[in-house]
């Protein structure tokens, strides 16, 4: 079974994400717009400057984004560890859910008491 190679922008694409990053996140970082890192992970087509500046703002060098797979991700990790981003991400979204739930709960009840006021009532014989 044969396996696509990967160009250039797919593996920045995995690394940013593995660095918790969004497209804007990074275009901040170099000073760059997001549409642009876009197509860059889109084309694949990095000159060798902004792949520099790229793995500047990642701070791991150019030649990591090249040879990049998941077998070496463990690298990137011990380089930049997010775990601080990640604590955050998480809290957030366990923030979110608490605010659902208690949201979901409160649709409820208003479906139970429009349930009931819309009952017909009972013909007695």
Not at 83 to 92: M, S
Request: hydrophobic share 35%.
């Amino acid at each position: 079974m044969k396996f696509k190679k990967e160009h250039l922008g797919e593996k920045l694409k995995k690394i940013r994400v593995l660095h918790g990053m969004s497209q804007e996140d990074l275009a901040k970082a170099i000073g760059k717009t997001r549409s642009l890192i876009s197509h860059l992970e889109t084309s694949g087509n990095i000159n060798k400057y902004t792949l520099q500046e790229i793995a500047t703002a990642l701070k791991i060098d150019s030649a990591t984004i090249e040879n990049f797979n998941f077998e070496n991700a463990h690298v990137l990790r011990d380089l930049n560890p997010t775990t601080e981003y990640n604590k955050d991400e998480i809290q957030k979204l366990k923030d979110e859910i608490i605010d659902l739930k208690a949201t979901i709960k409160e649709q409820w009840k208003v479906i139970q008491n429009l349930t009931k006021s819309t009952k017909k009532p009972s013909k007695k014989a």
